[in-house]
């Protein structure tokens, strides 16, 4: 069994490499909904969706989240009302969260719903949100204050000066139901190259589950988000360089070094692999840039070969 600590697009297409390399009822991710929100009165978990539309090959390709050929009348009636049109809801992605929300207010989990929600769409990766308690990514920003994660990503584009994050409820959170489990029977432990600050730090803070991964740092692979010194979609590179860390395969070997052996990094950082050697951290060269599903299934193959 392989379990992989997952974010949002990322994450997604390591886990359909993953998919194609393994049996997909081989797989446990455990998702980060540090970025979930309460908008219109729904529950949205963007980083769950997005992982379940990848997974589906339902994913719209040219933003990584959402449904493919999405239409979006419901926000074009919005607007008519100037209502809250800055987070996009396509028509058909609003069903997913008509039905979380829902099924939420009916008392289950977002860990039911979320394996509710895979199953309708034929995914079998087994997909947890890693608490079912609220957990809540807070970005302090200069001269904003505290802002709410989707506030500082989608709203401000992530164009602000960020000088500390934290994760709101982690530390009351218990993790859902099977990701401990997940974590202590893995062959694998893979930590998919997603943001580790915003997406993959949301995990490690429900207590246990940073505990869990340590204890088999032996078995665990990651995969460096940050290619030749920037990030491949998203603000990694900044948010780490803002917040201290060196934003380059080494600054990423650093904040996984207690937590994984080995880290793959792009053949566009071959020059660095000393370096992150020099952190503690075994260092893979690869390429990792997953710009097909081949490309995907590939490094996937690297990665659990790199154990
Ligand atoms: N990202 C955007 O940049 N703009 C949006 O309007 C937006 C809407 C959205 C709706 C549903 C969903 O599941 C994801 C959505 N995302 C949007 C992506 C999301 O903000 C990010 O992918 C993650 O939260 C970061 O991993």
């Known amino acids: 069994m392989i379990a992989a600590l997952a974010g949002g697009v990322g994450a997604a297409r390591m886990l ?9 009822s081989e797989i446990c991710a455990v998702v980060n909904t540090g970025d979930d929100l309460v908008l219109h009165g729904l529950h949205l978990s963007p980083d769950l969706d997005t992982v379940v539309y990848t997974l589906a090959s339902a994913v719209n390709p040219d933003t990584g989240w959402g449904i493919a050929g999405e239409s979006w009348r419901v926000m074009e009636a919005l607007d008519r009302y100037r209502g809250q049109t800055w987070f996009r809801l396509g028509d058909l992605d609003l069903a997913t969260h008509l039905y979380r929300t829902q099924r939420l207010g009916e008392g289950a989990t977002l860990s039911q719903v979320a394996a509710e929600i895979a199953g309708a769409w034929g995914v079998r990766v087994q997909l947890l949100p890693v608490s079912d308690d609220p957990v809540r990514t807070i970005v302090t920003a200069e001269g904003l204050g505290d802002i709410a994660f989707q506030d500082y990503f989608v709203a401000r584009r992530h164009d602000v000066t960020v000088t500390a994050v934290r994760f709101e409820g982690a530390d009351q959170a218990r993790p859902a139901p099977g990701v401990l489990d997940a974590l202590g029977q893995a062959d694998t432990i893979v930590i998919c190259p997603s943001n580790p600050i915003v997406s ?4 490690l803070a429900v207590p246990g589950v ?7 740092r032996d078995r665990v692979v990651a995969v460096s988000p940050i290619v030749g010194g920037r990030a491949l979609k998203g603000p990694a590179d900044r948010l780490m360089r803002e917040l201290g860390h060196d934003a380059s395969v080494v600054g990423v070997a650093r904040l996984y ?12 950082d071959a020059d660095l692999a000393p370096a992150v050697e020099d952190v503690g951290v075994r260092c893979v060269v690869a390429p990792s840039v997953m710009v097909s599903d081949e490309a995907a299934v590939t490094l996937a193959r690297t990665v659990l070969a790199a154990r």
Do not use: K, N, Q, W
């Open 257 to 268: 070094a207690e937590l994984a052996a080995t880290l793959v990094v792009d053949v566009a």
């Open 200 to 203: 993959i730090g949301p995990v």
């Open 210 to 216: 940073a505990d869990a991964v340590r204890s088999r």
């Open 16 to 24: 359909r490499g993953l998919s194609g390399a393994v049996p997909p």
